[in-house]
């Protein structure tokens, strides 16, 4: 089922939404455009209920709509790139290079990873980063940002991995492993890097988490992945590590288009912060958040304005980035039950 979702339900656009007196959202009006990689132009209407037929498995499908995504507003295009099998089977979080252009940073939640995958944005693996000393549990969630007060002279910005999974909410600790962001400009087959390991408690007891964000100063927002409807949880935690601070409860907007999320229930999958903007990932939709003061607090954007953006619907999408232009992003989404290989949805302005 899910390689069968991967090339054709990528032609279902969501279209771009605005949000109602409820903070839901609302369907887009007027068709949208689809482009299969066969060079077919299908028209979406919103009123259309059934995909098109599916375009194969093995190439990239492409849809273009309208969006008005942070300060800008231009036509999205949203593709998606197939990774090969082995790449990154189980991406769970993704974060766009700043060395280098249309490079992206992809890490799987397998037990023991210790790599990160980096891939182009045809999808070809370009190199593997080793993160020495580095074997994650669970790692769900990748964010580049500032390194904080904590010293790196080896960088200006840090990737961080939030070894933060905990789905029988059983541990003790959860880790961020924080590296200096590796030069990709000529990187060979694999680079190792050494990296801080952060480790933290949460005050009331276990959470299961799949999302993070990084707050200017270098803390790392832990953000839970609920049961059961229950209100998303944010911590913030001190660079360095130590006990995680609780900082508030939050709902986040229902899916116009829910077809996971009704077996899932609607959670955040990953968080992405770029200035002045938020984007919150779940099985089914993009919620970008926009911040009404540039000087707003990272922990307030669950009261900013909020509204969905067009979503490839990808098997099974864990991660999210935002692009530096404060229009585009990327999704990563792993196999799915029944895939080979994981795959990235991009989105770009033009």
Not at 123 to 147: D, I, S, Y
Not at 250 to 275: C, H, K, Q, Y
Not at 325 to 338: F, H, K, L, N, W
């Amino acid at each position: 089922m899910a390689a069968a979702l991967t090339a054709a339900a990528v032609l279902i656009l969501t279209g771009c939404t605005g949000p109602t007196a409820d903070g839901q959202g609302s369907a887009a009006t007027g068709p949208s455009v689809a482009t299969a990689s066969s060079g077919q132009i299908v028209a979406v209407s919103p009123a259309d209920a059934e995909p098109p037929s599916p375009a194969p498995t093995t190439s990239t499908a492409t849809a273009i709509a309208t969006a008005t995504a942070g300060s800008t507003s231009a036509p999205v295009i949203v593709r998606t790139v197939p990774l090969d099998p082995g790449v990154a089977d189980e991406a769970s979080g993704i974060a766009v290079a700043t060395t280098t252009p249309d490079r992206f940073f992809l890490v799987d939640d397998g037990t023991g990873a210790s790599t990160l995958a980096v891939v182009d944005e045809r999808g070809a693996l370009v190199t593997r980063v080793e993160l020495a000393g580095m074997a994650a549990a669970n790692a769900e969630a990748l964010a580049a940002g500032p390194c904080g007060p904590v010293p790196r002279p080896d960088a200006t910005t840090c990737l961080y991995l939030g070894d933060i999974g905990d789905n029988r909410e059983r541990r003790d600790d959860v880790v961020v492993y924080r590296a200096a962001e590796p030069d990709l400009s000529d990187p060979g087959p694999q680079i190792s890097v050494a990296a801080d390991e952060w480790h933290y408690s949460y005050p009331d007891g276990p959470h299961n988490a799949e999302s993070m964000l990084v707050d200017p100063d270098g803390s790392p927002l832990v953000i839970t992945k609920p049961k059961n409807g229950a209100p998303h949880r944010m911590y913030r935690g001190d660079p360095g590590g130590g006990e995680l601070a609780f900082v508030r409860d939050f709902e986040i907007p229902g899916s116009p288009r829910p077809m996971r999320t009704i077996l899932t229930g609607n959670v955040a999958t990953d968080l992405a912060a770029t200035p002045g903007r938020v984007l919150l990932l779940t099985y089914d939709n993009v919620h970008e958040y926009t911040a009404p003061d540039p000087s707003a607090d990272l922990t307030t954007f669950p009261d900013w304005p909020v509204r969905s953006l067009p979503f490839p619907q990808l098997p099974q999408a864990e991660g999210i980035a935002g692009a530096a232009d404060g229009c585009g992003y990327v999704i990563a989404s792993e196999a799915g039950p029944a895939g080979t290989g994981g795959s990235l949805g991009i989105a770009t302005c033009g």
